[in-house]
């Protein structure tokens, strides 16, 4: 026997159509690649993204079709979201930071039909176009007045004139909730990037599941700046939940670096932000030494690596900003798990605290996890043994886009898939995730695992380091051993002895490192992360002082 309750497909044009009905008069915010600050109601975004889904027809785009987008966080960007997704075609945000020959190959593979890009992208745009068949018009995200003037780019097209042709009378269009909705590269850190197609139903119920009090804790009091790109796992959901809940949403645009950010923190009374760790030592590194404070900041999302324990001490106790820690991947849409408190927790000494919030998290529901060994057996959850962590739930991936043939799941005992995640974890009784390592970082040290993500975490404690990566070098006897790969602040003065001593007391003796080597700088992804397997290469030959 079925309920027999109403059934709405889980569609993301429903969460625009409740904002523009419940919050129409709520607020986008957005800085401008022009310069200027923008703004706009949750109805016009509405009326905007209706003016795209017409705008999208006349260029011919169908149901299913892939639809790009090259851009910074901005209204447009938005708008893009709503209309392209609502009309039911696949939103696929490409990541700019990528190389254009990684972008021609990513959008060949996607098969984009048009590309929206922002004026900043122009350059990469002259240097793809006419190398992706599939691409049938590029359009500027602009008005007529800036306008570029390029000769390399045949079917250019204006953003803002193709709106003004449309009406913004559309009616979104229902259909099944599985649909494809947007889809979004991995960033290749480990490999070549592979699409992640999501759904609207996962899309939907990954925004539910992502703005619960003990996950991102959204709510309309709030006001939302996601740092973190909407071409990184659609801004981990922010233009979703911010429609869902309404939420005020602030978007930065270009201006990424830490006084563009802490003046339009500021300035729109902004209460939480999410991003990785890179951009907020950018931040922090602006407001300390002016000494500066924020007024109506309230939390910020720090996930995408490990959030450094230095950083999260800085927040909680010299900025009063409560720190919360989230893990996922591009395969979980991405949130997997946030470190949000028990009862118990609060009743810890503060230094007590501030080490719990350096884990990982508990599981938001609607993702499972466990760890297992290299035989796929269950590991006990007693917070000490690590395994392989693997997933499975209603936002994880199930297959790789045009990977139908070959699974990434393993099966249970039940025939249940399970994501592996490839990452390394140990989780406490009480459900308490904390990752050690990716399996592909991890060191091997005569047989046993050495965590690099703790030795990292040490090291950007030292008050000299900005940046430390910690990886594995070759060894004769001990196969591999780990090597300390620093980037000092400006202007300090701190040698290897001084590092390999601060260790001293806060790990076991022979986790320490080999070996420090300063270097100027540490090459990050293009989502802000650092490459380890770079690194790896560089110092392949690497000869250890004991070796
Ligand atoms: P890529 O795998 O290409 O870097 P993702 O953005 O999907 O792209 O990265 C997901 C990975 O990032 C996770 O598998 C994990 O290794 C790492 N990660 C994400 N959040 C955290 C975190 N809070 N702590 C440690 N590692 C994290």
Same mark, same amino acid.
């Given at each position: ?192 990037? #592979? ?8 899309? $939907? =119920? !990954? %925004?539910? *599941? ?5 996950? /991102? ?95 999260? #001490? ?8 409560? $720190? =919360? !820690? %989230?893990? *996922? ?5 991405? /949130? ?105 970082? $991890?060191?091997?040290?005569? *047989? ?100």
């Amino acid at each position: 026997m079925n309920g027999q309750m109403m059934h709405m497909p889980l569609l993301v044009s429903s969460l625009l159509v409740h904002a523009e009905r419940h919050h129409p008069e709520q607020m986008v915010v957005s800085r401008r690649v022009e310069g200027d600050i923008h703004r706009e109601t949750f109805a016009e975004l509405a009326a905007r993204s209706r003016r795209v889904a017409n705008a999208l027809k006349r260029l011919g785009v169908q149901m299913s079709d892939r639809v790009a987008t090259l851009a910074w966080n901005g209204y447009r960007h938005m708008e893009l979201y709503y209309g392209v997704s609502g009309s039911g075609a696949v939103l696929h945000t490409l990541n700019p930071r990528l190389h254009p020959d990684q972008v021609v190959w990513i959008a060949d593979h996607a098969e984009d039909q048009v590309l929206f890009f922002d004026m900043s992208f122009l350059p990469i745009i002259e240097a793809i176009a006419g190398r992706v068949k599939s691409i049938k018009a590029f359009v500027a995200m602009t008005d007529r007045a800036h306008m570029p003037a390029s000769s390399k780019v045949s079917n250019l097209l204006c953003y803002e004139d193709l709106l003004a042709q449309e009406s913004d009378r559309y009616e979104w269009p229902e259909f099944d909730e599985q649909s494809a909705c947007t889809l979004c590269y991995t960033s290749g850190t480990t490999g070549n990037p #592979k699409g992640v197609l999501y759904s609207h139903r996962s899309t $939907v =119920l !990954h %925004a539910f *599941g992502a703005a619960l009090p003990d996950a /991102l804790n959204c709510s309309a009091t709030d006001a939302v700046l996601p740092v973190v790109p909407m071409f990184h796992v659609n801004a981990w959901s922010l233009p979703y939940i911010a429609c869902m809940v309404g939420a005020k949403l602030v978007f930065p645009g270009p201006g990424l670096d830490g006084k563009s950010l802490y003046e339009l923190m500021e300035q729109e009374h902004v209460t939480v932000s999410a991003g990785v760790p890179t951009v907020w030592q950018g931040l922090l590194g602006y407001m300390e030494p002016q000494g500066l404070k924020f007024s109506t900041m309230k939390r910020t999302v720090i996930g995408g690596s490990a959030c450094p324990p230095a950083m999260l #001490k800085t927040f909680e106790q010299q900025y009063g900003v409560h $720190v =919360l !820690h %989230a893990w *996922g991947m591009t395969e979980m849409s991405p /949130l997997g798990t946030v470190m949000a408190f028990k009862p118990e927790h609060l009743r810890l000494s503060e230094e007590e605290r501030l080490a719990v919030q350096a884990k990982q998290g508990r599981a938001v529901f609607g993702v499972d996890m466990k760890i297992v060994d290299a035989q796929g057996q269950e590991l006990p959850r007693d917070g000490s043994v690590s395994g392989d962590l693997l997933v499975r739930g209603h936002w994880i991936i199930d297959t790789y886009f045009k990977q139908q043939d070959s699974s990434p799941l393993v099966k249970d005992g039940a025939g249940r898939g399970w994501f592996p995640t490839g990452d390394v974890a140990k989780i406490t009784s009480d459900g308490v995730m904390q990752i050690t390592d990716r399996s592909k970082d $991890v060191i091997k040290s005569g *047989g046993e695992w050495i965590g690099s993500i703790d030795l990292e975490n040490i090291a950007m404690a030292h008050p000299a380091v900005a940046m430390a990566a910690c990886i594995a070098a070759k060894h004769p006897k001990w196969d591999e051993r780990p090597l300390l790969v620093v980037v000092k602040k400006p202007a300090a003065e701190v040698s290897r002895e001084d590092i390999l001593q601060f260790f001293e007391g806060k790990i076991a003796k022979w986790w320490t490192p080999d070996d420090v080597v300063f270097v100027e700088s540490i090459p990050l992804g293009a989502t802000g992360k650092m490459m380890k397997v770079k690194l790896r290469e560089q110092f392949a030959d690497y000869q250890l002082p004991t070796a």
